[in-house]
């Protein structure tokens, strides 16, 4: 072989370029491997100082994605479109959206994540859903999609193993806040699944994995340019995560919240974030009057017929979604209460992420086992009037010593000023190609 | 415990400093084998792109040392002063140096190291002499210094573990070329031979570690401060290693040449140096009038006995001290010539070296064995008039196929031209605590 590891970690870490051959050989070789953890680690901290350029960063997504399956709908007549969120509080977007727009005329291949730190994950919610399995193998994957537009699943381990290897690492050697690090692992579990389009809702804000919005900038933008390399067309919002999306942040609350908003009847921003996003897909996908035929799923009840129908074929129990009143919920209940008169001036979306999680509705580690009845309904937002003592929020939990040693955390989530403050708005920047052609 | 591995890592990785504590718990554990490799390689390249300030760089070192036996001669009466070379290409200073140091009334527990890359190891020299053995258990170690005021030998593995582990692993993960990690790799090790005094000498130049002569003060400095800090009277000079020190480069012929400077007929170069770092020696072992004992000890032969005597405890046979032709040679010989009138300009040390290296006078890896009677002999260096066809160097090596891959390398290594270059001053600057005290 023409490059050892040692000789392409010291290329790096003096601020080199890697050859593509190099970055291959690596990738190959850590997923099979023959490199070991320390030498990938001292790789992966070296990406974090140096970073990567585009190129490299294209070669680098490729290697990760060729690492494993690539799945193949072209049989499939329906443009294959996604939508990934890079993860917030209360953002259950993908639950009303995946069914409208495949009740639209789109397939859509969703693999998803799970619950980590403060923010929520899509298979633990659809969990919530009594008997949804979100763990299929490929054949049940591609029917599912095949018979209703629309599959809901966790990554099968043939899916991109070096990032499962490498992410696994990251999180263990502190290198996970690379820009470039995280595009590759997105794009690569995103492009494994044999898309025509992709959208992606790149957070920014408290609740974001990155705060400031210059760095969800770049991150979107790498990430659009991966995707159009790679012959995906890829567009990019970057959305406020400064407050939770919605009411409801947890689990169980969150379907029917979802449900609520394919009754349409949800919350504003909800509603508005998944007719945008709809909007993008449906785009991509070349479907005209967009945000029309949306709108029409709704009140037909297409998009809610779409869930319950895709709810059936992962097993899951429909019936939930009719009378969400079966889900399940917590025993206990607290309530969070205004301290002062005023209009609310923060509601901030990481501490009210992170008592959720200590609640249970989340995890701490990978290997916490979530209550999906934990959860919080927020009764007022940024720019909301309160009087003293109204409520702010309304609590479910479990274990009492959990509640005792959260409640001061998530009070002081809110903060309460004489002036009204505006909500943030919701769409910040749209990236797409256009961005960095030339 | 008050730290995680990931906490400490992310701290370094972000420019921070990090806490005593957590140095001492890291180094602790990594050495018990709790902290795995991968964890030490992500750290170890963060500290390569961060540095550790002299605190941080102080605590670190400690703990080093602290990971094994730190010997104890408070015992012997005469002063316990060592040198330490950073390494270069015909630096053989170590073998007439610790015998005259002796001889005048110094106690010198030297623990050396062995060839690497292109540079010569003491170790590899000593061993050239038939029976003489490096590796002593600690009672032997302590016995020959008593008996004979020098020991020469290796580290044993209760000597600083922590660095045994973790110089494997820079090593592997591309994290050698760090000042604050060398600094404390060396000084641990001399530190823990229970010393009153310490010499280092600082290559600067082609066949140095550092080529450049900031890197090479910031080195000197950086250890001056370790040693001082720890109670050992400590000073640094910064040493030439653009050409080869003296005419022999090898292993056999090193040990001749240094049984010259020790009869006083060695290269003048060898020769200075030696008294140089000599009268620094007996300087801080308050030994006074140390140049005039130094030569003295030569005039007399009182160093070539000490070394003959140090040979004997350490199971070698002195006879090849006495008559050199009984020292092992190469059976095969070659030689370098000019290709040009004028004079020597460049005589490079780095190229010398690693021919050297590839024809067996070194090691390329750990693994490799080194032939001792492999080397080359120097006729013409920096400054030397030459005709069109001089010899500049003589070569016995003992395989054609390597001879034939490194004759174009080693020619390459002088360059001639029409103007006197004057050959460059040996010691270049001294740094002792005058320098950062305040």
Known sequence: MAYTAVELIEHKRDGGRLPSE?????????????????????????IVWRGLDAEELAVWTKAMLESGDVLDFSDLKKPKIDKHSTGGVGDKISLPLAPLA?????????????????????????????????????????????DHGL????????????????????????????????????????????????????KTGSGASMARIDDSLDLATKMVQIGTDYGVKTVAVITSMEQPLGAAVGNANEIEESVAVLRGDGPADVTELTLALGELMLDLGGIGDARSR?????ASGAGLEKLKE?????????????DPSLLPVAPLTATIEADDDGYVTTCDALTIGLAATHLGAGREQQSDVIDPGVGIILEKKIGDLVNRGD????????????????KDRLGSAWTIGPNRVAPPDLILERIDSSNFEH
Chains 1, 2 share one sequence.
Request: net charge negative; proline share 5%.
């Open 22 to 46: 190099g970055i291959e050989w690596l990738i190959g070789s850590y997923t099979e491997g023959s490199i070991p953890d320390y030498q990938m680690a001292a790789m992966a901290m070296a």
């Open 102 to 146: 495949a009740a639209c005329g789109l397939a859509v291949p969703m693999i998803s994540g799970r619950s980590l730190a403060h923010t929520g994950g899509t298979l633990d919610k659809l969990e919530s859903i009594p008997g949804f399995t979100t763990e299929l193998d490929q054949s049940r994957f591609r029917q599912i999609l095949t």
């Open 151 to 202: 599959v809901l699943a966790g990554a099968s381990p043939s899916i991109v193993p070096a990032d499962r290897r490498l992410y696994a690492l990251r999180d263990a050697t502190g290198t996970v806040p690379s820009l470039p690090l995280i595009a590759s692992s997105i794009m690569s579990k995103k492009l494994s699944e044999g898309l025509d389009g992709l959208v992606l809702d790149v």
């Open 294 to 298: 949306l709108e029409d799923a709704i």
């Open 310 to 322: 895709v709810a059936r074929a992962h097993g899951g129990d429909p019936a939930v979604l009719d």
């Open 391 to 406: 409520r702010l929020a309304i609590v479910r939990y479990a274990d009492e010593e959990r509640w005792q040693s959260q």
